[in-house]
């Protein structure tokens, strides 16, 4: 297992198009989280599963947003209709609900979205 | 609401010289708080965590931080800067098993 996967690495749309991102966790963990970092600030929680349950969304999950896990595995998050404001590094990261307290979260390598 | 407040949003240091990175954070309950460290175009990657025992936590590279409650701080130091350690530094707190949220970082400089 080589951590946390997320694809693609870049992604340029046109304002209006629809994208989808794809985090693939760390295959023995049950929790996977989605943030959004603009520049020059710290990552923003957007919205957590376990297993295939999405358990909390943030405020900042509008509802362009949509985020699935249909298998408890890996997972989707789609923006509609983008916007220039959603110009951000999407990061996925995972953790175990057994021994976060010892790993904590493992990020993945983020998306970085650029809507011209 | 929980929330955590980096002081300085950029640190300039020698190499050699002490590095010292300031995080407060805001809680009615003692929480559980993380440092982590971000290289240009990556992910973030765990330097050390606070959840129980012992207040000062050492991590990777050198770290460490001390949890001070009655100060509601939790600084990160190493005592001799390298120039590998430039990089961004997020303090991040847990409020609850659920999620974590991030301090707005900072971008620290090792000048030869």
């Known amino acids: 297992d080589t951590g946390v996967s997320q694809n693609p690495r870049h992604k340029i749309t046109k304002r209006g198009q629809n994208v989808t991102f794809r985090c693939d966790p760390i295959?023995?963990?049950?929790?996977l989280y989605w943030y959004r970092q603009t520049l020059g600030q710290g990552p923003e929680f957007l919205t957590y599963f376990q297993n295939e349950a999405q358990l909390e969304k943030s405020r900042l999950l509008s509802d362009r947003f949509s985020a699935e896990r249909p298998k408890g595995s890996f997972s989707t998050l789609e923006i509609q209709r983008t916007e220039q404001g959603d110009s951000a590094m999407y990061l996925c990261a995972s953790s175990s609900s057994g021994d976060w307290q010892i790993y904590g979260y493992t990020f993945g390598s983020g998306t970085r979205l650029t809507v011209v | 609401a929980q929330s955590v407040t980096q002081l300085g949003s950029h640190v300039s240091v020698s190499e050699g010289a002490l590095v010292l990175l300031r995080c407060n954070y805001s809680s009615s309950v003692p929480p559980y708080l993380f440092w982590y460290v971000q290289y240009p175009n990556q992910g973030l990657q765990l330097l050390l965590k606070?959840?129980?025992?012992?207040?000062l936590v050492k991590g990777i590279n050198g770290f460490e931080a001390e949890f001070k409650k009655s100060e509601t701080s939790f600084h990160l130091t190493k005592p001799s800067a390298h120039m590998s350690d430039a990089a961004e530094y997020f303090c991040a707190v847990m409020p609850n098993n659920n999620d974590m949220r991030f301090g707005a970082g900072t971008r620290l400089t090792v000048k030869p």
């Open positions: 295959s023995e963990h049950n929790r």
């Open positions: 606070y959840t129980t025992g012992a207040t």
